[in-house]
């Protein structure tokens, strides 16, 4: 454990004025609902603890997805529900598989989880390549991937699902901002698990609330090793209200969307390749200065976006889309560099 690398999270500055592109955060508040929900939340409330097996909202989830409850496992974030996954699906001489690039906690849990990690290099253009005869306790599938924003093949990861012999979870975190999903391969195939957030569609980063929709007997594994009250009373009752208002979720997404394809337009202005976003941000590889030297020069102007180092992601910024006013500075202050 001496040895353990930490997930690294994307900064989180003090300073207000910095235009930050960094987290994938939605630059729109969340639903109404929620914060009429928020102020008329009680203290009697917070007294008491909250409903365990975190009914309402489940039921919420599986009438959204037309499935049962029992099909439905309800978390603090869905990084909670990914840790439990590999205390669940994972035995202490198992493998935990994943695409590199993606989402760059799950070598950490496989590693807090002492066992092997198997990843899968992707193709050329970060595209889908699954080599034969390949095999791993559990998969995370990231759908759209992150921090490519590339949106796999939907036959490729049916055959994917159907022909492996370990748990998938396809991790749809950034799924509302895509043109497809996968949720019925859950609810079809005994091995699959689709994970959602309300982070980024729905606004709601800071409250801390994702799920996971499943045949029963991985929702009860997952149910067996959970904290005994993994979700906060407040959690429970905001995630239900946002859930309940997905109309306001895609009016946000579609004004994201319409930002999105701006800023691809501009981008590609500058010579920058683009790939295309199914996401609420861009994997962008500059044109005339490296990514490093550009993410610092923005970072001096108060841009914040984010960096990953090394070989396969090096070249490489990923820009969170944020409001049209965000792009408006983050354009100017691009030009001026440029
Ligand atoms: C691919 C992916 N999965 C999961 C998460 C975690 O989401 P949550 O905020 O629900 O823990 C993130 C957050 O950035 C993500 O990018």
Redesign the pocket.
Known sequence: MQDLQAYTPGEQPADKRIVKLNT?ENPYPPSPRVIRAARTFTAARLRLYPDPVSRKLRSKIAEIHGCGIENVFAGN???EI?ALCTRAFVEDSGSIGYFIPS?SLYPVLADIRAVCKNPVALGAGFQWRMPGGYSASLFFL?NPN?PTGILYPKAEVRKFCASFKGVVLI?E?YVDFSREHCMDLALKYKNTLVMR?L?KSYSL?GL?A?YAVGAKPLIEALFKIKDSYNMDALSQTLAHEALSDIRYMKSNVARIRKTRARLTESLNGFGFLVYPSETNFLWVKPFRISANQLFERLRERKVLVRYFKGPLTGDFLRITVGTDEDADRFLQVLGRIM
Do not use: E, M
């Open positions: 994938n974030g869905s990084d990914l989402y990231t992150a991790d975190a957030t982070s980063a801390r994702g």
